[in-house]
């Protein structure tokens, strides 16, 4: 409850649209292994921006 939803939505957004780009590159290569990359290279990605997101809301937080 950090009022922090755009910040959230922005990350879903931006992974999506890595994702899309990246199963119009992995899948006519490797077919449904390249669906599966695309997904876990997105989901990976979408881990970090939200980690990098938490992490300066805790900083900002302690210094407050």
Known sequence: ASDRQF???KA???CGLI?????FIFIPVWGIYGAF???IIATFIQGIIKYIMINRLL??????
């Open 7 to 9: 910040s959230d939505v």
């Open 12 to 14: 879903i957004a931006i």
């Open 19 to 23: 994702g899309v780009i990246l199963l």
């Open 37 to 39: 990359a695309a997904k």
């Open 59 to 64: 900083r900002v937080s302690r210094s407050s």
